[in-house]
């Protein structure tokens, strides 16, 4: 059994009942949403409070209740970082690539990013202009894309009526997108 993982310092749980059921909301020391649990048959009497202690929730269910947001926090954290530093050990050499990006796509934006769900690095190329046609090409030229209207699966293309061209890579097609770019001469 593993031991229950404190609520950090400063940082709140905030306890909002709805009918039957209570929303638990994670806090940080800035009152920042960090996130979000639910626990069912909430007695009557409880009011919406927040509380900077586990044993400040004197019902059972309810502090277990948190306690599982608390843990689900912690895990989730520990899942988003052992993915970052999967990326960075698959690409540690990701500020030159993206600088040579950079240099093939004057103009472009180049972002990197958590997914939410999957806790898991995202890479979004932006470009318009001439620029979105050369982050196109490109794009085509990658043995995973079939063909440049239908990207692999974990890729998305985003034509914006502007012109503007998102290509948003999940972190498994990121990693193998920027290692096939990396060996480009």
Known sequence: MTTPHPLPAQWAINIHPVANLAILTLLDGDGAHRD?????????????????????????????SAQKLIDTFYQRTAQAQANADAFGATIPDQQHLVGRLRSDLPGSTIDFGIDDEALSIVLKLTAAGPTAAA???????????????????????????????????????????????????
Not at 45 to 55: F, G, M, N, W
Not at 154 to 177: S, Y
């Open 36 to 64: 979000t649990g639910f626990h069912p048959h909430t007695a009557p009497q409880t009011t919406e409070h927040s509380v900077h202690a586990l044993d400040e929730i004197t019902d059972p269910e309810l502090r277990a």
């Open 135 to 185: 982050l196109l090409a490109l794009v085509a030229l990658w043995p995973r894309t079939t063909s440049p209207t239908s990207p692999a699966d974990g890729v998305t293309q985003n034509l914006a009526d502007d012109g503007t061209l998102t290509v948003t890579f999940d972190q498994r097609h990121a990693e193998g997108f920027l290692t096939w770019y990396r060996d480009l001469p």
